[in-house]
């Protein structure tokens, strides 16, 4: 599939099927988001795999947004290795971070695998309950398995966009 139709494609999976996808799914995804350019390459990204049972368990009490996946992606970055910019001080893991998990949920998209960006939930629990280190934010979590047989998208969110004039301005 050309990268335009799989973009044009791809919604957000709200219902997933119980079975875990593969090791080998899994790997796939991994490496489309290793090779995500982030700033000066610097890779801050930190990934966390929850596939336990007591790892669901403790997302799922803080994240009423895991719509039944059998497994999940979260994803964070290490502050200290973030690239910082020298204008204003911004760091650029979050944008790293968004770059990273979109390369991730494309490859899964392209592989009948479906994922939900969330970001409802408190960052501060998630580190806690995972025992994460300090200098780390948690910035999204993905929700990741097959779509469910009657899963479908909201098509009020997925199937409107602005006109092209509202976003696109030439300067």
């Known amino acids: 599939m050309d990268f335009l139709e799989l973009a044009k494609s791809r919604w957000s999976v709200r219902k997933f099927k119980p079975q875990q996808i593969s090791s ?30 007591e790892a669901m368990e403790k997302i799922n009490s803080v994240c009423k947004c895991v719509f039944g996946a059998p497994m999940a992606i ?28 979109t390369h991730m949920v494309m490859k899964a998209w392209e592989m009948g695998i479906g994922t939900c960006f969330v970001e409802h939930f408190d960052p501060e629990d998630v580190k806690k309950i995972f025992n994460l280190p300090e200098n780390e934010k948690v910035v999204l979590l993905l929700p990741i398995g097959y779509p469910a047989n009657d899963a479908e998208p909201l098509m009020k969110l997925h199937g409107t966009f602005r006109e092209k004039e509202d976003v696109v301005k030439t300067l």
């Open 24 to 53: 080998e799914e899994l790997e796939q995804i991994l490496l489309a988001g290793k090779y995500a350019p982030t700033a000066v390459n610097y890779q801050p990204q930190k990934i966390y795999i929850l596939k336990s049972k």
């Open 74 to 101: 979260l994803v964070a970055y290490d502050k200290e290795r973030a690239w910082r910019c020298p204008f204003d001080g911004h760091l650029s893991g979050d944008v790293d971070v968004g770059i990273v998990a």
